[in-house]
């Protein structure tokens, strides 16, 4: 009776939020609070005062691997080695006393992924319940001890922005079992992994009031803003996060990722990253109760506006190392104090100079000395033992970072051949070893280049955040490095205008898709009329481009949508698409001009549109020289109707050949490799192969790998994969073509041995889409296999007309 009530009254009830500041929290803070304060209406529930669990509600997910869309298998341990086996049986979860109990049991269970340990439970809403904005709340009670990890959390319902986590993760309330008395709230964003980033804070309950006792645990997210709560408390407020794909030249326009639907997840997992793995203290079976969930939505009146999070000045504190007169956050940026080597776990970092690490469990040796190169010094760190894995030999100097500013990263480096190193900004064990900057994959040769990047500082401000150059795991190759600079770059603005070179994905146009840049989505785009009452707009809703045009004389070229800085190559063939409509049938025009607008490259075409949105496309030939600062012209004028423009595609004519130094006679180049932690391997070019080194395959084929990114194949065209391989010890080999959320249009198991041979095969993509070609070389259905050597050469990848 008593959950029937609280039901009925939860519907009629608007229920509002207090707003409770913690000690780091002033009062100014709290009166922001308190200017708005929402109420709430149930819009979800779920009571649990039904026998059984309702599957109009919740469903499951089975087993104990992450898989892709289609089904397949991507990763195991749901992608943070956990170790239980997730099942719908009523041993794992059903309901009692009003309450949901998902139990984890110590017991055994087998299925074609492996034998597991563990058994416990995964409900979630997907496919049944989503919403945008709102507030969500559930009453728990969790279990304690070394290895329980239980969890509420969301998803989104569509992966909008790309995969795992560039479309976003909310955790609403995640906990240590090792830890009784703190709960955590997180958000996941940025890119892909590994370029995804995390922020969020820990709650400490009060005393004698750990997790195992019943609290009540709720965010609230609106446009731009997420709280979280324990008890009504608000420990913590978010509003600075991001999303971007790898085919995007800047981030989607904020407030994305969240600002689509999310699904409810609920789980009990056992072992993993997280807390660990069970120990002989471990109790079993425990179980996570979960009184009620409810979702509400926002009753009076509209969501907060979202304010756009912009980079900063930082005012670093007092104790933090402090910038060089010329701005520099790194000290001794041209090597003229000597390294400090770090070769045991315990030792530390000097905190104001260079560090050659080389932990022993990571199984890295190497040396440095400086050498001068145009009169400066450079680091000349070269690498004995190159070790399994990528922070295996570092250089790091320690950098103070400041929350909300912009940092640019640059340098010089070189090899002696081609060969990889990963550049990035992050935390140190105290922070997770949280990334702050993307890890910077930098390609190097034997001729000295200059490289950059920028990030935005988006976690709390960190006086001991570190500059790493992971140069593990790839040869013994030595690498140069020197004029390095760290500086706070956050006024500088984006030129809009420069030269684009063209996306990963071949498109020469930016933001082709109105979705990305400022909050009005018409980076990179500039729209020009003669006469002021005309509107150029992109809304939230329609991300499509739309020209409000008045009535009044005018020619074609009175008005126009523009993108500069377009690359055009002499006789190259170039095919421009894009989706177009109007208020009315009329006409618009297209044309390309060079940076002066002097010079037409072409006649400008004529194109009709009306009412439907259509998709248009036209083809033509770059006759003209070489212009890498051309203009797309779109002319708008002549007609009072409307205009509504999407999808912008400026490419060249299929490439008939994607795969590029697949003789490997420059190395490494265009390639790119992994190596799990549980694997012990290196990935090196030999005699103009790919030379793969193997002591401990891993446990999973993708332990071990090599790969080449960003190929643009089409949809319906047969392909043809070429490529020779030979194995020092017989086994298999796994070869796929996969895009970023690890869909496969193509996948090979292919038996090698100690004789070279051949290998070929035809495929046709179900999809038109830019892919990784993958070599997966770690654990061999023939396994347990000894140290071993693998060989690739002559890999080809080409259209078959």
Known sequence: ?????????????????????????????????????????????????????????????????????????????????????????????????????????????????????????????????????????????????????????????????????????????????????????????????????????????????????????????????????????????????????????????YPAPFDQNFYLIMNLAVGGHFDGDPDETTTFPQQMEIDYVRVYDLKNG????????????????????????????????????????????????????????????????????????????????SPTTPGSLLHSVQAIQNVSLGKSGRYKVSFDAKSTADRQMVVKAGGGADRGWSKYSNEETIKLSDSLQSYAFTFDMLAETDIAARLEFNLGNNGTAPVWIGNVRVEEVTNEPIDEAASKPPLKDGNHVYNGTFDQGSMDRMTYWSFESNNKKDKATVSEESREFHAKLKVHPSKATDKFLVQKGIQLTKDNEYVLSFKGRADKDREIKIGLLNEDGNISYITPQEMELNKKSNQYEMKFTHTGETDSNSQLIFYLGGDSADVYLDDIVLKTEVDMNPLQNGDFSSGLSNWSNYVHFDATASVESENEQAKISIVNEGNETWSVLLEQANLALVEGLQYELRFTARSEIARDIEVTLENAQYNRYFNEKVQVGAEEKNYTYTFTPSATDTMSLKFLLGKSTQSPIGTHTIFLDNVELKAVK
């Open 302 to 381: 509209d969501y907060r506006d979202p304010v756009e999070p912009t980079p900063q000045p930082v005012e670093l504190p007092a104790d933090a190392k402090q910038p060089t007169a010329d701005g520099n956050l790194i000290y001794d940026g041209n090597f003229e104090k000597p390294f400090t080597f770090i070769t045991q776990n315990e030792q530390t970092l000097d905190n104001l100079y260079w560090n050659l690490v080389t932990l022993p469990d990571f199984g890295g040796e190497a040396s440095v000395k400086t050498e001068p190169i145009n009169e400066k010094n450079f680091a000349k760190i």
């Open 1 to 253: 009776m008593k959950k029937t009530c609280a039901l009925i009254l939860s519907a009629l009830l608007v229920i509002p939020t207090g707003v409770s500041a913690t000690p780091k929290e002033g009062a100014d803070s709290v009166k922001n609070k308190m200017q708005h304060k929402p109420k709430w209406s149930l819009t979800w529930s779920d009571e649990f005062n039904k026998p059984g669990i309702d599957r109009s509600k919740w469903t499951y997910d089975i087993g104990n691997w992450l898989k892709d869309e289609e089904g397949n298998n991507v990763a195991p341990g749901w992608g943070n080695e956990e170790k239980q086996y997730y099942t719908n049986s009523k041993d794992n979860s059903f309901i009692k006393d009003g309450k949901l109990i998902i139990r984890a049991q110590k017991e055994t269970i087998t299925d074609d992924t492996g034998t597991y340990d563990y058994t416990s439970a995964k409900l979630k809403t997907k496919g049944l319940f989503s919403q945008t904005y709102g507030r969500y709340e559930l009453r728990a009670k969790l279990p304690t001890g070394k290895g329980y990890w239980p969890a509420l959390w969301m998803l989104p319902e569509k992966d909008k922005y790309g995969g795992w986590a560039a479309s976003g993760e909310i955790d609403i309330m995640e906990a240590w079992g090792s830890r009784p008395n703190v709960v955590a709230g997180t958000i996941h964003y940025g890119e892909t992994w590994p370029n995804n980033r995390y922020t969020g804070k820990e709650y400490v309950l009060p005393e004698g009031q750990g997790i195992n006792t019943w609290h009540t645990y709720a965010v609230e997210w609106e446009p731009g803003e997420i709280r979280w709560y324990v008890d009504g408390v608000l420990y913590q407020t978010q509003n600075a996060w991001y999303a971007k794909n790898q085919n995007n030249p800047i981030n989607f326009s």
